[in-house]
């Protein structure tokens, strides 16, 4: 296969915004989508903070709207996941999921992060029955059922909001009594909490999933008395993290906690420690983890790759 100028890893905001960029520049971009098209943005039930979307659309929406933005400039897009990226004499090799290898100079890597599990007892035993990190995928299924959502941020308390709405008994178990989400969500869910849509359950860590054929609830400890309990419910919704995706990326750079650690040169911001590769996105910022900012680096990717590839 032909070798390309720049190929860019993921859909999601990030590279999405990249592969536009970069087919503007006349890079003629390769775009490989990974299996989830459009990236964990799809997941979201609402995006209210996308600059300009004042109608508040679904993740879904606003990413397949974005991918058609990629479409129009004919950026020929890959279904596919890269298992391996090498390089060898300034030519990078991407050893394909389904078998292909593909070969570049440059590569904008924005994999992005991929729901993080409790791993706690009973999770293996009822993943995919009962328990779920995807509340727009799964809550349809609990609408009047008894729900409960995991963690005391942003993915979180929209998930619980979410499920709320959709009409489920929600409980939100937390293990602190204090939320990181955004103030217009905790003011949300206070409302929700004191109108009696969502129980809160603060300061309580979650100890294991219990069940029979099916998932019955989650054994909890409160923090400050030690005591423990049973939570009853048909479902949990875990929103704990993200863990960031960059299993291909091993032995070709050292990572940090997960992440793509950036050069951190002034002029190319989006450098690596390996030539020619670029980062944009969650994968590559534990604290900035916006849309809005991974396309802003996606846009800053494309422009530090074309820059690379001028100086070649
Ligand atoms: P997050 O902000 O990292 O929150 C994870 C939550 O899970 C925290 O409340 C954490 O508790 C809890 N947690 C972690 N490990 C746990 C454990 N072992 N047991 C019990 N609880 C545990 O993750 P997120 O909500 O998925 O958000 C990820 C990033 O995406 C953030 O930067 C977020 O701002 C961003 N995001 C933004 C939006 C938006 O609309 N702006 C929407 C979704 C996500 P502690 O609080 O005690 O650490």
Same mark, same amino acid.
């Given at each position: ?44 039930? +609402? ?8 109608? &508040?659309?679904?993740?879904? @929406? ?10 129009? &400039? ?18 990078? /090799?991407?050893? $394909?999921?389904? +078998?292909?290898?593909? %070969?570049? #100079? /440059?590569?904008?890597?924005? %994999?992005?992060?991929?729901? #993080? ?7 293996? #035993? ?14 349809? &299924? ?12 942003? %993915? ?22 204090? *939320? ?10 206070? /409302? ?36 423990? /309990?049973?939570? !009853?419910?048909?479902?949990? *919704? ?24 950036? !050069?951190?040169?002034? @002029? ?9 590769? *670029?980062? !944009? ?5 534990? #604290? ?11 846009? $800053?990717?494309?422009?530090?790759? @074309? ?6």
């Amino acid at each position: 296969m032909a070798l390309r100028n720049v190929i860019v890893i993921g859909s999601g905001p990030a590279g999405c915004t990249a592969a536009i960029y970069a087919a503007r520049a006349g890079l003629e971009p390769l775009l490989v989508a990974g299996l989830l098209q459009g990236g964990q943005l799809t997941q979201s039930s +609402g995006v209210e903070n996308w600059p300009g979307a004042h109608h &508040f659309p679904s993740g879904f @929406e606003l990413m397949e709207s974005l991918l058609e933005h990629v479409r129009k &400039f004919d950026v020929e897009i890959l279904q596919d996941s890269v298992s391996t990226l090498t390089r060898e004499d300034g030519v990078f /090799s991407l050893h $394909m999921a389904g +078998g292909e290898v593909l %070969t570049a #100079r /440059s590569v904008i890597a924005a %994999t992005g992060s991929s729901a #993080r599990y409790l791993g706690i007892p009973g999770e293996d #035993r009822f993943r995919g029955s009962g328990i779920s990190a995807c509340a727009t995928c799964d809550g349809f &299924f609990f609408r009047k059922k008894r729900v409960v959502v995991i963690g005391g941020g942003n %993915t979180a308390v929209t998930d619980a909001l979410y499920l709320a709405g959709l009409g489920a008994k929600t409980s939100l178990v937390h293990r602190r009594n204090e *939320f990181r989400c955004e103030k217009i969500l905790t003011d949300k869910l206070m /409302s929700a909490a004191d109108e009696g849509r969502i129980s809160l359950h603060l300061s309580k860590v979650p100890l294991e999933f219990v069940g029979g054929e099916s998932l019955e609830g989650v054994r909890i400890r409160d923090t400050v008395t030690g005591e423990e /309990s049973v939570l !009853a419910t048909d479902g949990v *919704f875990e929103a704990v993290g993200h863990v960031p995706n960059t299993g291909y990326l091993e032995g070709l750079l050292e990572l940090d906690r997960g992440y793509i650690p950036l !050069a951190g040169d002034p @002029e190319h911001a989006t450098a690596t420690a390996v030539p020619g590769l *670029f980062a !944009a996105g969650d994968v590559a910022n534990a #604290r900035y983890q916006q849309a809005v900012v991974a396309a802003g680096s996606g846009c $800053m990717a494309a422009l530090d790759a @074309e820059h690379y590839l001028s100086m070649l």
